[in-house]
């Protein structure tokens, strides 16, 4: 079964730092552009940060020189770390898998996937 798997979330004061992990289960994954989104409350899900399957990343700049999104290919997995961490930041926060092919999955063709969210609080 395709998924992804989140782990990482918590709750931390403003200025601490947390790592998400998002592990994809298959090698249908080779190749795609990982995304990190994440959905404050009354809020739409809004990207936070890219990386392609050549390295290539990109922020919001709201992020930038705070958070660093990176890959291990061989293990699948996208990770965020995330330092000095403000109140705004409090969200949940989802991983994307963008396929460089889509895929015939669940009745329909699928372009990407999705995990199923870990919440990231800070407090001040």
């Known amino acids: 079964q395709v998924q992804l798997v989140e782990s990482g979330g918590g709750s931390v004061q403003a200025g601490g730092s947390l790592r998400l992990s998002c592990a994809a289960s298959?090698?249908?994954?080779?190749?795609?552009?990982w995304g990190w989104y994440r959905e404050a409350p009354g809020k739409q899900r809004d990207l936070v940060a890219t990386i392609s399957s050549g390295g290539t990343t990109v922020y919001v700049d709201s992020v930038k020189g705070r958070f660093t999104i990176s890959r291990d290919n061989a293990k699948n997995t996208v990770y965020l770390q995330m330092n000095s961490l403000k109140p705004e930041d409090t969200a949940v926060y989802y991983c994307?898998?963008?396929?460089?092919?889509?895929?015939?999955?669940?009745?329909?063709?699928?372009?990407?996937?999705w995990g199923q969210g870990t919440q990231v609080t800070v407090s001040s």
């Open positions: 298959g090698s249908i994954f080779n190749g795609n552009t």
């Open positions: 994307n898998a963008a396929l460089a092919n889509p895929i015939w999955y669940g009745g329909r063709w699928k372009y990407d996937f």
